[in-house]
Each structure stands twice: as C-alpha cells, then as structure tokens.
C-alpha cells in the first residue's frame, strides 16, 4: 500500500508545517512574553517532530533537550525574573517601506532557494548515507558521532572554547551590580 | 513501522488525558464562588503584597549555567555512543573538551555564582 | 520500511495492546502510592495508618482509603484564584501530565517477544537515541511547574515553582552524567540492549559502576522533588509549593504527573543498575524456548522489573520517613558543587579504565 | 518522501516570520525569541537539505548551531538583565534614546 504511506507522510508534514507556522506566528505577534515563550516550546517540540521525520532522531532529541528543555526555561525564568506584562502592540510601526522590504525579502528567498536546489542534487555531499545506510553503520546517533568525532573535530574543540567564554561572559554580565553592595 | 507512530499515539493519549483531568475540575463539582475564596491562599491571613515581586537573579544564573553543562552532556553522549571505536583517541580528545570545559566550572565557582545565601 | 503490509498491523495492534497495558499500569499508580505513603509509615511508627474504608466487611489494609479519596477529590469544587492567569492555569496540568506518559512508555518491560514471525519489542516507543528520548521529554516537566506557580498569583506558588524549576534542572545535569558510564561499559544507548548485555549477576550496573548508582540515586530522589530535597514543598515555608491554588482534578493531575515521574526513575534505575527484567542465575529470554509457551519470558521479565521497580519506590518512602530535609543551599551547592565534579571524574575513571582495558 | 522544497518553504516562512519580530518588536526579549525561531529555520534547512542529497553533515551542523544558540541565549539574557538592573525597562525603544 504505498499510495496510503505517501498520503499519510504528506498529510503528517503539512499538518505539522501548518501548526509550525501557526504557532510562530502567535510567538511573534502575542502580547504576553510568556505567552510567546509556550508558544516557542511547542514550535520547537513541533519542529523536533519535523526532524524525527527526516530521519533525524540524535538532532530531535537534542532539539528537544536544550531548546525546549533548557534555552527556553532560560527565558521564562528571565520573563518571570523581571516581572514583564504584557506590551502594548499598538506600536508595531508597519511603515510601508519597511512592510515591503520585509515581503519583497521573503519572497526573494522563496525563489532564491527554491531554484538553487530544483535540479539535481549532485555534487552536494557523497550522498552515502542514506536512512537504510545509516541503519546499516549503527544507528542515526551513532553516524553522527562518528562524523562530529572524526571530521569536526576542531569545531567541537571550539565549541567548548565557545561554551567557556559564555560562560564567563553570562557572570560577568549579570553579576556585575551584586557586588557593589559589599564595595560599599 | 514507523518508531515514531507509537510516540504520536502516547502524545495524544496524554494531552487528552491531561485535558480531561483539566476539563473534569470545571464540569464536575459544585461552583459557589465567593470572594474570600478565591484570593491566593496565604494561610488564612490577608494577603500581604502582590505576587508579582521580583525573584533572585540566582535562579537566573543557575539556568544558564544549567543550559551550557547540559551542552556538555549531550555532547558527553555522543562521545559515549562512539567511544568503542575512536579508542585513546576519542578519549583524548573528550579530556581536551572536558578540561576547557572544567577551566570555566572553576571560573564559576571562583566568582561563587553557585552560592545560594 | 522492509516491513511487509501483515507485520505492520501485527507491530501496530502490538504496539496497541502494550500501551494499554502500560498506560493501565501507570494510571493504578497513584492510588496505590498514596496508600503507601500512609501504610509504610504508619507501620514504621507503630501506628495503624488508614485501615476503615472498605466494601461490606473486606477491607484489605485500607485499600479502597484511595478510591474513596480520589472520587473525593474529582467531585470537589474547583476555586480559580483571583488574578490567574485562566489559560495558563488551566494548561499547566497538561504540561505536567503528558511527559510524564510519554517517558513511561519508553522503559523495556520485558524480553523481546519473537511470535508471528516478527519480533515484538516489550517497550511502547523504541527510538534511535535510546533513553535520551526519556530526558529529552521528562525536561518538558519543568514546563507544568513553572507555568502553574506562574500562572496563580499566589507568591508562594510562584517561589515555589521557581525552587522547584531551579532544582529540577540543576539535578538533570547529575542525572545525564550518572548514566554515561554505563553507555561506556555497555556501549550503547539503547535501554533494551544495556540490559541484555546485563545478561550476569556480576555484570549490573551497580557493580560495574557502583559510584554512578549513587549519583543517580541522589539526582533521583532531586528530580522528583522528593523528601529529603523536597524544597518546592516544604509545607512550613511555602505552604504547598506550586500547586497550593489548584484543586480537585486539576490537583489530582499534578499527583499523577509527579508519581508516574518516580516510577519512572524507579524503572530507569532497575534497568541500568540491576538488570532490568533479567533475573539473577537465570536466562530469561530462553524461558521461552524451555516451556514452548511464548510470552512466558516477558511476563516473567516484567514481574522481574516491577519487583525492583517497587523496591525503589518503596525506597523513596522509606527515606522520606528518615532523613529530614535539606536547606536550600545545601541542596544546590550539593547538586552542583559535590554531583557534577564527582560525576565528571567518574566519567573520566570509567573511559581510562575501560580505554585501558579495552585499547591496551 | 516529502519534497525538500517543501521544507524549504517552510523554513523560509519562519524564517520571515522571525526576522519581521526581531525587526518590529519593542520588547528585548522577544527580540532573542525570535532570533530563535530564525535560528531554528536555519536548522531545519540543514537537516532536510542533508536528508535530501544523504549524508549527516547537516545534522553535525545543526549541533553546532544549538550550541551557538545556547550561548547567544545566555548571553543575550544576561545583558537584558544587566539593562533592566540599570534602566528599568527592555523597551527598545526607550533604551535607543538613552543612547545620548
């Protein structure tokens, strides 16, 4: 029955890309921070769905993990720490230049891509690793492993000097005004 | 079949779930609201201040310093997963990440941001 | 993919069946747990505990006290403090539920089960990552917590969801560390293969990896908001945490999540450090084959797994009735200043070892 | 198997939708949420790009983009909350004329 499986992985992508933008859409324009940042949790628990289906399941997980499980609890602690009510929209200065740029912007990534990849797809990667290869070599999370491990190695080297430096800067920042009291 | 269709059905079975405990709260039990009833309970005494004060910057910190460790860990797992092939090297090269890593624990710890007085 | 049109409605009335018997199990878990966080303790303390409410004469040790309260509590009025945030409110229950399901249903409850020419695996979601599918949606919890204290206008609820959120995250960080260990000895993130491979008495976990058990015991017990770390709580500070403006079901909601979370753990501990379904000096995945009976094995590997699971719940009260609560402080500087470090060095002690081991 | 163009418009129509909140919002905060959704746009072209012409690449990529976006968080958050301490107010507006 594969006529049944195509309907239903299409039916499944475009119900889910329907939500997905459904649900950006009430993060940008929601009056509430917090209402945007549940908002956000669903996009993105949404999007690792997305993934999942691409055959993606380490970067779903993860999407799960730190996005919807750590970054955004980072906002709504920050939303919650100070405090925010809900903002005044009436500002939302549309002036036509702006609107039009914003538009014309969009629609020109539209084409840009979708003509860059519309004919073959040779000459991007090896294309060796398909799903049924990836299957075959130990598993999705297994692949990338190896390919973080061996072939990016440097830049996974980087991102703990990055991690590091955020680190840093995260206490440097927030921290600064906690010690005048004692100073004084 | 597809691993992800019994997650799909979990899913809904617990929003609907969730849903119904949430709904059943509404349409079950009597509903006479009065308006000592429905302040925030502070135990019996009137309340104080408003809810909404401002919380310790440390609840900040320590979620920050929760997302950049759980980075960490994740990338821990990756390691983990492919660490009966790479061997010494793999080790290694996890020891580099953990020590730079370690390096920023100490910075954190030096400046007591993980301090709760 | 590669299946053929017949075994796919085998795996999908499989997959059916195994999560109503799951989910069967965990909705029966409440009730009995809260039974037994009045019995044991009454037992420990010499005093009776709940032992009236019964049908005609049979009482069964004060069993049917959690029916009775939970039909109580479905039918009690529902009091929406002044202020809430309604939609929030009435979301956060949602929140704090479906997580708490979804993690339960990726633990393996027994042996594979090979019938109808397929293999039927014993856990309802088994995906690529394993039981990082189990951290990956049990942080989805802090969401109920957060967005409930938040959403009552009651500053208790508030600081208490925060404590509670704060505690929450920083013992996930302990817990993901405790666990990778024994991704290293038995090298793969897959829950029914790690138990597999559990396939000895001497080869658990827990000996393997005796320092890793631990951590994980103590980030356990953190991770449920359970005593002694039960901060978010502490009834003499902060009222009830942030649950204190929600009633009747939307209460019983918050039970169930956190409940079904400890059996969770419960479950997760067992399977990595004690074997999960195997049974000490037995095969069990060859029972099968010995009586010519399928599905011998899987009942007697679940069994297996729900003995030990009991026993980490048990523990749970056990210590609750024990070891009085921590502070604050203590709480955090142990997650992150004893836990981590601790958990990183065994990390490090298991990859030489092993590399040495292995690699030499 | 789903068309990547599909995902491609997709991930464009977040990506606009992320971009026109960075630009038009006033409040700090939404400003990085929707630096989020951008980056998450990003993401989802990687995977469905490397889905499409079959290696794990973009996957690897996506990894590095989620540790990026990790410390842009807390870093971005930290400084709200270092201009909130000093000004009492995210608006971006009013935080551009206290520039002088």
Avoid at chain 3, 37 to 64: C, D, H, T
Wanted: hydrophobic fraction near 55%; aromatic fraction near 14%; charged fraction near 15%.
């Amino acid at each position: 029955m594969p006529d049944f499986s195509i309907l239903i992985t299409h039916g499944v992508f475009h119900l889910f890309a329907a939500l997905i933008t459904l649900c950006s859409l009430m993060v940008v324009v929601s009056k509430h921070p917090v209402k945007s940042a549940v908002f956000l949790v669903v996009d993105l628990f949404l999007l690792a769905g997305l993934y999942a289906s691409l055959d993606s399941h380490f970067v779903a997980a993860i999407q799960v993990l730190v996005y919807a499980g750590a970054i955004l609890v980072l906002f709504l602690f920050v939303i919650m720490l100070l405090n925010l009510q809900p903002e005044e929209l009436k500002g939302l200065k549309f002036s036509a230049v702006e609107a039009g740029t914003l538009v014309i912007s969009l629609i020109g990534f539209l084409i840009t891509i979708v003509t860059a990849f519309k004919g073959d797809q040779t000459g991007l990667g090896d294309g060796s690793l398909d799903p049924a290869a990836i299957e075959t070599a130990g598993g999705n999370t297994y692949v990338v492993a190896m390919k973080l491990l061996t072939n990016y190695i440097w830049p996974f080297e980087l991102a703990s000097i990055l991690i590091l430096m955020a680190i840093v800067a995260a206490i440097v920042i927030a921290k600064k005004d906690q010690k005048k009291p004692a100073a004084q | 079949m597809n691993p992800y269709i019994p997650v799909l059905i979990v899913l809904i079975f617990g929003l609907t779930l969730g849903a119904i405990l949430s709904a059943l709260a509404a349409f079950l039990g009597p509903r006479n609201p009065r308006p000592e009833k429905s302040d925030p309970y502070e135990c019996g005494v009137p309340k104080v201040t408003n809810a909404n004060e401002k919380m310790s910057v440390k609840f900040y910190l320590t979620a920050i310093l929760f997302i950049l460790f759980d980075i960490e860990t994740i990338f821990l797992y990756l390691w983990a997963k492919a660490f009966p092939q790479l061997g010494w090297f793999g080790v290694i090269e996890i020891m580099v990440f953990m020590v730079i890593l370690v390096a920023g624990y100490i910075y954190v710890l030096k400046r007591g941001a993980l301090e709760w007085d | 993919m590669g299946l053929t049109a017949d075994e796919f409605t085998i795996q999908f009335i499989a997959t059916l069946i195994k999560f109503a018997i799951v989910a069967g199990l965990l909705l029966q878990i409440p009730p009995l747990m809260v039974w037994a966080e009045r019995r044991i303790p009454a037992m420990m303390q010499r005093r009776k505990g709940p032992n009236r409410v019964g049908i005609f004469k049979w009482r069964i040790y004060g069993l049917m006290q959690s029916l009775a309260d939970t039909i109580k509590l479905i039918f009690k009025e529902e009091v929406v403090p002044e202020g809430a945030q309604k939609a929030f409110y009435h979301l956060a229950p949602v929140f704090s539920v479906f997580p708490a399901f979804l993690i339960a249903m990726a633990i393996p409850y027994g042996p594979d089960i090979h019938a109808f020419g397929t293999i039927i695996p014993l856990s309802v979601i088994r995906v690529d990552v394993g039981f990082l599918f189990i951290f990956a949606v049990s942080s989805l919890a802090v969401y109920g917590i957060t967005i409930a204290g938040w959403a009552s206008n009651n500053k208790y609820s508030l600081l208490g969801s925060l404590r509670a959120s704060a505690q929450m995250i920083s013992y996930e960080i302990p817990l993901g560390m405790s666990l990778i260990p024994p991704v290293l000895i038995y090298g793969s993130l897959d829950l029914n293969k790690i138990v597999e491979a559990q396939n000895h008495f001497w080869k658990w976990g827990v000996f393997l990896s005796p320092l890793s058990f631990v951590l994980f015991l103590i980030a356990m017990f953190a991770e449920t908001n359970r005593a002694p770390f039960d901060l978010a709580e502490a009834e003499g500070e902060l009222v009830a945490g942030f649950h204190t403006e929600y009633t009747s079901a939307k209460f019983a909601a918050f039970f169930l999540g956190e409940y079904v979370g400890m059996f969770v753990l419960s479950c997760l501990a067992s399977t990595m450090f004690f074997g999960g379904w195997q049974i000490p000096f037995i095969d069990v995945q060859k029972l099968d084959e010995l009586t010519g009976f399928i599905g011998v094995s899987a009942i007697f590997g679940h069994v297996t797994l729900m003995l030990k699971a009991t026993f980490f719940m048990w523990l749970y009260v056990w210590v609750r009735w024990t070891v009085p609560r921590f502070r604050y402080d203590q709480l955090m500087s142990l997650g992150w200043k004893y836990m981590i470090p601790l958990g990183l060095v065994n990390v490090v002690l298991t990859a030489v070892v092993l590399a040495a081991v292995r690699f030499s | 198997m789903v068309p990547v163009d599909f995902y491609f418009v997709l991930a464009c129509l977040i990506f606009s939708l992320g971009l026109f909140g960075a630009l038009f919002r006033r409040n700090l905060i939404m400003v990085l949420m929707s630096i989020e959704l951008m980056l998450n746009a990003v993401n989802l072209v990687f995977v469905a790009a490397g889905r499409a012409i079959g290696n794990v690449d973009g996957q690897v990529m996506v990894l590095f983009v989620i540790t990026v976006a990790a410390c842009e968080a807390a870093v971005g958050l930290a400084m709200v909350i270092a201009l909130f301490r000093k000004y009492g107010t995210i608006n971006t507006d009013i935080l551009r004329l206290l520039r002088g």
